[in-house]
């Protein structure tokens, strides 16, 4: 929401995360945490000065959902599997019967967020289901 809520803005625009806080209804403490890894990941620049704040550091239109959700941490997962501890969903080494299906779940998600940018949310461009429409 604060990116698009960035990209909305204009071209170019910096704005501070009050202001974005603001309009979206979050809390600048939270801003602070997500701007900072939005920063290191390239996302977004700060711009220092009485004008200062954050602005895109690429286009909008170049900007996907799935590079914004890896560097805030906030990858979707469809299952409580760890490959790191190699413990399974069931809390045991073996996998659960529908393993699979949720790790498939999670790659229709991950290329999902992947075809979509931050300007096509803000142009309101997104796949409809044949459900939705």
């Not at 990116?3 to 603001?22: F, H, K, M, R, Y």
């Not at 209804?25 to 700060?46: H, N, P, Y």
Request: net charge negative.
């Amino acid at each position: 929401m604060a990116v698009a809520d960035l990209a909305a803005q204009g071209e170019n625009a910096c704005e501070s995360l009050t202001s974005i806080g603001s309009r979206q209804a979050i809390s600048v403490t939270f801003l602070e945490q997500l701007f900072g890894k939005l920063r290191r990941a390239g996302i977004v620049e700060s711009v220092r000065g009485a004008q200062g704040g954050y602005k895109l550091s690429k286009p909008a239109s170049q900007i996907s959902l799935d590079g914004i959700i890896h560097a805030v941490d906030a990858a979707p997962k469809a299952h409580g599997c760890s490959p790191e501890t190699k413990i399974t969903c069931t809390g045991r080494s073996d996998r659960c019967l529908t393993h699979d299906l949720w790790g498939a779940l999670e790659n229709h998600i991950e290329d999902f967020l992947m075809s979509i940018s931050v300007q096509d949310v803000v142009d309101g461009r997104l796949p409809m289901t044949e459900a939705a429409e």
